[in-house]
């Protein structure tokens, strides 16, 4: 684990602790972004992990149904 992953751990640590009043707060004190503080907080994962297993996800082909019609509108 990096120093800002660190950094970013102990401050979401000391605000869940209560030791910070506003996100903000704990973001700045550590010296990491409020952003980056807010989406962990919310439960965004790091990149590192998010991205992991990318290359297994996947789309699922969706089977062809017909044709397209265009769309004729009326000026009537």
Do not use: C
């Not at 439960?43 to 990318?54: D, F, L, M, T, V």
């Amino acid at each position: 684990m990096d120093q800002n992953e660190q950094n970013l751990q102990m401050a979401l640590a000391d605000f869940k602790a209560g030791k910070f009043k506003s996100s903000r707060q704990a973001a700045i004190a550590y010296g990491v972004p409020p952003a980056t503080f807010n989406d962990r907080l919310n439960g965004k994962k790091p990149r590192q992990i998010a991205y992991q297993y990318e290359h297994e996800q996947q789309l699922t082909p969706i089977p062809w149904t017909g044709t397209i019609r265009p769309t004729v509108i009326n000026k009537n």
